[in-house]
């Protein structure tokens, strides 16, 4: 359930009708058992003389209503949406499991904007209908987590505002893919940015040049290489969104492995000698691997892993590629490097679709290098959709290491 949408909050009540086999009167009654609890427990008696059918009506009556109160009270705090009730006077009446998960003590709960939510909009005393959202769902962080919260009036079966119900939800993955999607929007629109620069400048040169004059070879070079990368770029979004909505498939056709990587070390020779770097390829056992799989897709998941080394490695560090057998029956491919290392904080995150963390030089500059956060997710996406695995090991201010296995193909597999 989400509390972003008001008509929504309606559906937790329905469903806690649902559950519990009573109607919305059920809130009208809890609210109106709890906070005139001494008029229900003192009941007008009946005299010695009534008969023993009326001597049984009002306590009956009183049963019946603490059962239902007993049953709402218990579905409400099996739900997994946290739920706070509060009267008209400020105390708080209900706080379900979930609640307490969420927003932790009391004193953490009133201390954070939430307290001040139930504050709000005390001049609402008559309602159209026992259950009203009052404003509009709120984000607040608390407990390094950002809790959903849609505040509601509710009213007895005449109208009048009996107290105040609160519904939770933690929102913290909602509102991390919310700026996830924004650092997305600025990312692919800064690299499309700078190809289409170059195609329209180069363009308008060669629009500019006599009708009668060959048109410059380099300035075609330039715009077919520009438009080479846009290509690209629209076939990784492509493959991206194909991974993200699971039919991603990979071919399994025999390759060389030793000369994939080679292949993809070559293509970033400008990258790797404009970031001053050393880099280096060990192959071990070459004679004896041989696999199945994607070539294109392993160029490219092994490009992205380079790339991330590059990127994130200073000045005069070094990067090694190691391939070697790992078992009898995978291979592993590393790429280790001397780069900044990834933070605690980051590291759970890496491999999410479009994260981009805060990595920092070992003098506290922080690094923004260009791309759109998904080469490592890529990276993995790949690596299991042949049967293997990517892991990391990482340290801040020590490097990195990238491991991904393959299996390797079946000895009776036909070549």
Avoid: C
Wanted: aromatic letters at 4%; zero cysteines; hydrophobic letters at 40%.
């Amino acid at each position: 359930m989400s509390t972003n949408d008001p008509q929504e909050l309606s559906g937790v009540i329905r469903r806690v009708d649902h559950l519990g086999s009573a109607t919305s009167q059920l809130f009208g009654r809890l609210y109106h058992r709890l906070r005139q609890n001494s008029e229900v427990s003192t009941p007008n008696l009946p005299s010695p003389t009534e008969s023993s059918d009326a001597d049984n009506e009002p306590s009956n009556a009183i049963k019946r209503r603490d059962a239902d109160i007993e049953r709402l009270n218990a579905i409400i705090h099996a739900l997994d949406e946290g739920i706070i009730v509060q009267d008209n006077e400020g105390r708080v009446l209900i706080e379900n499991a979930a609640a307490k998960k969420l927003i932790g003590s009391r004193k953490d709960f009133w201390t954070s904007e939430l307290g001040t939510l139930f504050n709000a909009f005390r001049d609402v005393v008559r309602l159209d209908s026992e259950l009203a959202p009052l404003g509009e769902p709120a984000r607040v962080q608390i407990n390094n987590m950002i809790i959903g919260a849609q505040v509601a009036a509710v009213a007895d079966s005449k109208g009048k505002r009996i107290g105040t119900m609160m519904v939770l939800r933690d929102v913290t993955r909602d509102a991390l893919a919310d700026r996830l999607k924004d650092s997305f929007v600025t990312a692919i629109s800064h690299e499309l940015r700078t190809p289409m620069a170059v195609i329209k400048g180069m363009s308008d040169v060669i629009m500019g040049q006599p009708q009668d004059r060959p048109p410059n070879r380099k300035f075609l070079e330039t715009l077919s290489r520009n438009v080479d990368i846009l290509d690209r770029m629209i076939v990784e979004l492509l493959d991206i969104g194909e991974m993200s909505a699971t039919a991603f498939s990979v071919r399994h056709e025999p390759l060389n492995l030793e000369d994939l990587v080679w292949q993809v070390e070559r293509g970033m020779k400008p990258e790797i000698k404009k970031a001053r770097l050393d880099v280096k390829i060990m192959v071990k056992d070459a004679d004896r691997i041989k696999l199945l799989g994607d070539d294109q897709r392993l160029r490219w998941a092994l490009g992205h892993l380079l790339q991330n080394s590059i990127r994130y490695t200073e000045a005069k560090g070094h990067i090694v590629i190691i391939v070697g057998l790992s078992g009898d029956d995978k291979v592993a491919i590393q790429v280790v490097d001397t780069g900044v290392g990834i933070s605690k904080r980051d590291l759970p995150h890496i491999f999410e679709r479009f994260y981009r963390g805060e990595p920092r030089t070992r003098t506290g500059k922080l690094l923004d290098p260009r791309g759109l956060g998904q080469g490592l997710f890529v990276a993995r996406t790949v690596a299991d959709a042949h049967g293997g695995y990517l892991s990391v090991q990482s340290e801040v201010g020590q490097g990195s290491v990238f491991t991904m296995v393959l299996p390797l193909q079946p000895p009776n597999q036909p070549q």
